[in-house]
């Protein structure tokens, strides 16, 4: 077992996170071998619904060109021709909505995750990578904001920035930061143990060439599988926070807050639940597809090993 | 190992200072200081906001207030809430059992039902079964938990002509009120869980099942069931331990929305409604006991490894 | 509050319906009627609370749920309405307002103002027992004003403002008790009976109890304790002043600030009332086991603006205010987010006595929605082009930031591009209260007096300084700081009749509209009824149970 025993399991607050860390293919022959690992149902089944979600969010309001904020109709109107998904409590257009919130749901999963992504790999490599008193050092810094409740975290920052859905993205972002920090750590910690890196530093490389050329490579397959599961733990934290109203501000649609009103009329008007609800459930299902089949293809164990479980090799 | 348990209890200390320090200051930051709250049109005043100040404890540098929160909390004194000048210590007792027994509630259901249907699945790969409940377990995970809280309720109101019981018992007093009114807040919460729960399993049988050892004893013709129930099980444990430790963490402050949407006096209850109403002393005890708890989970994970795990040492 | 909007069913099993408040004239033996929100006497004949206590059925427990939690139930310095639904049932005052807000003698039986209006004599009923069985005497009722004066922790002295010049209490005997005043003051009574910050506690109850989640009043229901963000418990004062009361054996407010829960609660019957949505409300109207009431309160909606100086801001012309008040079309807002039930309010709402500008007025006139002629006011002030301006407003209810929509969509119409931004109730509640903030979109409640809604307009208020020292008008001010003093309502009248219509001109606020409240109870729940104060009166003083 190549990996200290001193930290906890990588799960993310709120996000899946089975990534396996234990042998990812760095071979040749294992590449050739998980190529036909391609013809993976699953995969492009979330490939697909993925690739929708981006075609409807940038083209969608060209298709569909009613405004989204407008007040255009009689309000709680069931699905017709004229408002395929009907009208909300105000009298909008659903289905401009949820195009908007289309839209919405991508930059959310794409900022905090990229913020996430950031902070979480310039952590996690600079522990791995230098170990000793740098990696206590960041780690204890993870392990404090992991034991911080992400709500907590989440209400505090939307106070002190605003609310809105900039901010509501950083604080996701920070929220799932050091899972991103763990996993990262744990792919270089096992790189670091690998052969070439050892001959690299025999050769005189410098940290950064190491670290650029052959550690960052090294560590990318483990990291798409886990942008691929945050993106959809982005979207649904920020359906929670639209829940307590510190997300996207109205009128603007996000699904989350179109969710969250929709459920006072689930009653009598369950269509106005029935198309957002929908639409964070296939994203996220899009999003989880993807993250399985690219473990399937990238993971030749086919197993995730689970977190923070030492490697048994 | 009493060596290593010792090192590891020693290594959460920092944290916790941290994360004490982190939350002290988050709440102080936010914009609606409770003096202000407290002394509304007055609050401009110097002498109100003096005297409000003085009442309240929020007199002295931030260093000396910090010093101050945290000697008292050495000698089990959490401070007092702003609110309602209750104990912090009283608040997070009272608060505590109920979402304790809820986490335990919706963890039991995760792994009661996640841990078989991940065995079930890994063992009859890409059956019908694996991939049915590979796609549930995906559905699982891609609904929001305050939505399916919602559904649940709508669900059994109209249905059955149900809600649960309002008025919280204590299991010990009667236990058929108090699982009646916990059944449905721990379904809501325990669907995530028990979507990872089986997900993990499923993957780590199938690891376990394609290692050399395993196919060996097979090829020795052990029987398919008693290389499962030997070899492959316990190794399924792990992923089960993990994920539980870990979420008994998250779900004590993350159940905070099912919590009030089926009006539960728990802990994240008490903590979002406390942030809303800058009740800081609350705010932070009820922070750092669930960063306790969180840490204290995961290190009984690790240690619960070894027992799992023979091959895992201790260095 | 038009008394045809809620169902008589709520109110047959023994009250009678009561009559438009602005009818009635029964003022109290020897009281001014300056507590009484009707003020003078219009000469209509008042029907007479019938009680055929014959057909009221004792007994039974009330499971009632609050959309609040009271987060606690401290008899002084109260800020949230919520503490007061919390602690109401608990505790009595001197004086307190019947269904139609008539003020009525409660722990006292009679008073006497000094010649000077300087003091006012009360005399206590004898014999009331608080819920610790002590007797009620005049020291207690010195005890209480002083803690009204400074409220100690939980309470808040930002309560205080809302007291009238109280200095103090002498005990003349321990049946008799005279309140000293700073000086004459027209809001003593309709403070007292509000009830709000003004119970009357045993002298030395914050040494005796944990008053944040315990009681000792003379109310008709004895606190048994409060959980926060759980429940509040009751059972009956069996020592009730009021002889006959209470109805009920007992009483459980149980918090659930999540509609939905509250809805399938209902339905389900693990309630017996809630307040909800007007949306929900439609919902259930179906229900055969349930009962829709419906009824006005305090309650109105209005957009706020700070006026400081040292900004330039385009809404400091008075004619850009005029334009935005012009361009808010209030019924298709009442339409809209309101599912059609609502009224214009002014700043006055509609129902508070005899005191709110008339209908007609508001809808033809201050309040008429004109886009021309807020377009010429816009093109006047040089502001054709439009600016853009924050609109802030509660996250939470929801009703605030759908408002917010509907005006910002509205005012696209003169170029006026509003950003909405929906702050967590505390954020809003300390930004509004600081004046940090351009435009904001917020709500007024119930007063104990009319001078609770004008105030703020008095360059004497510290709140006054911190939103718009820069809204200037002599008269307003007069009106405003004579009304205070002058005791005589019909003296009073066009005093804040006049201050009110200079407001609509000045805008130095848009009120909007006033909503209706709507509350779910279940069949057997009889004489619960919309209280206008927003407090749920019913519960406490007529309410019984069929079955």
Known sequence: MSMPNNEGPILAPEGPSEIGLGAWAYTSSRKAKSFAKWRNPIGITGAIIVGMNVFIALFGPYIWTIDPDELVATRLQDPSWAHPMGTDELGRDTMARIIHGAQVSLQVGAISVGIAFVLGVSLGLLSGFFGGKVDSLLMRFVDMMFALPGLVLAIVIAGLLGPNRRNAMIAIGIVITPAFARVVRGAVLEVMGFPFVESARALGASHKRIMVRNVLPNIAAPLIVLVTVYLSTAILSEAALSFLGLGTQPPEASWGGMLNSARSYIDADPWLSIFPGLAIAIVVLGFNFLGDGLRDILDPRLGPHVGGAPDKK | MGGYVLRRFFLTIPTLIGISIIIFFMVRLLPGDYVEILGGDFAASPEVKKAAQDQLGLNGSYAEQYWRWVSGILHGDFGFSFRNTEPVSDVLLHAFPITAELVFLGLLIAVVIGLPLGVLSAVKRDSKHDYAARVGGLIGVSVPNFWLATLLLLFTSRVFGWVPPLTYVPFYKDPIQNLSQFILPAISISVFTLAIVMRMVRATMLEVLGQDYVRTARAKGVKRNVVISRHALRNALIPVVTVVGFEIGILMGGSAIVEIIFGLPGIGNTLINAIFNRDYPVVQGATVLLAFIFIFANLAVDLLYGVLDPRISQE | ?547
């Open chain 3, 1 to 547: 509050m038009s008394d045809k909007e809620t169902p008589d069913s709520a109110v047959s099993g023994g009250v009678t319906r009561r009559d438009a408040l602005v009818k009635a004239s029964v003022v109290a033996a020897g009281a001014v009627a300056a507590g009484s929100m009707a003020g003078t006497a219009k000469g209509a004949v008042r029907k007479k609370e019938t009680f055929s206590t014959s057909k009221v059925k004792y007994g039974g427990r009330i499971i009632w749920a609050l959309e609040q939690d009271p987060v606690q139930v401290a008899p002084f310095g109260q800020t949230l309405t919520s503490g007061h639904w919390g602690k109401q049932a608990a505790y009595d005052s001197l004086v307190e307002w019947d269904r139609n807000l008539q003020l009525k003698p409660a722990l006292a039986t009679s008073w006497k103002i000094a010649a000077d209006q300087k003091s006012i004599t009360f005399n206590l009923r004898k014999g009331v027992k608080f819920h610790n069985g002590k007797e009620l005497d005049a020291d207690d009722v010195k005890y209480s004003v002083e803690k009204m004066l400074n409220p100690p922790l939980p309470g808040s002295i930002a309560t205080v403002g809302q007291v009238p010049g109280f200095l103090g209490v002498d005990v003349i005997s321990k049946y008799v008790a005279r309140l000293n005043l700073k000086t004459r003051d027209a809001r003593v009574f309709g403070f007292l009976a509000w009830g709000r910050y003004s119970p009357i506690v045993p002298a030395g109850l914050y040494e005796q109890i944990n008053v944040s989640r315990n009681a000792i009043g003379t109310g008709p229901y004895k606190m048994v304790g409060f959980n926060p963000n759980d429940r509040v418990e009751y059972t009956a004062n069996k020592d009730f002043w009021k002889v006959g009361r209470p109805y009920m054996d007992a009483m459980t407010l149980k918090t659930l600030p999540d509609e939905q829960a509250r809805i399938a609660a209902l339905r389900a019957g693990a309630i017996d009332g809630a307040t909800v949505s007007s949306d929900s409300a439609t919902a259930l109207k179906g229900d055969s086991n349930l009962t829709v009431l419906k009824g006005g309160t305090a309650a109105f909606r209005e957009l706020q603006m700070t006026l400081k100086p040292g900004e330039e801001k385009p809404y400091d012309d008075v004619r850009v205010r005029q334009a935005v008040n012009f361009a808010i079309n209030r019924q298709a807002i009442i339409d809209t987010v309101y599912n059609g039930d609502g009224t214009y309010s002014g700043h006055v709402p509609p129902g508070y006595g005899q005191w709110p500008l008339p209908q007609a007025d508001l809808k033809q006139k201050y309040l008429k929605y004109d886009l021309p002629k807020a377009k010429a006011l816009m093109a006047a002030a040089g502001m054709s082009k439009g600016f853009s301006v924050t609109l802030s407003t509660f996250s939470t209810p929801l009703d605030f930031q759908q408002v917010a929509s509907v005006i910002k969509s509205q005012l696209k119409a003169i170029n006026i591009d509003v950003n909405i931004v929906a702050q967590e109730p505390g954020t809003f509640g300390a930004n509004n209260g600081l004046g940090k903030f351009e435009w904001d979109l917020t709500a007024r409640g119930m007063r104990g007096d009319v001078d609770g809604y004008m105030a703020e307009y008095n360059p004497s208020a510290a709140i006054y300084r911190i939103w718009y020292p820069e809204f200037k008008d002599v008269k307003l001010w007069r009106d405003i700081g004579n009304g205070r003093i002058t005791l005589d309502p019909a003296k009073r009248l066009p005093l804040y009749t006049d201050a009110q219509k200079r407001i609509m001109v000045g805008v130095p606020q848009i009120s909007l509209v006033q909503v209706q409240k709507f509350q779910v109870i279940r069949k057997r729940v009889q004489g619960m009824y919309v209280a206008f104060s927003s407090f749920n009166t019913g519960l406490r003083d007529s309410v019984w149970l069929s079955s």
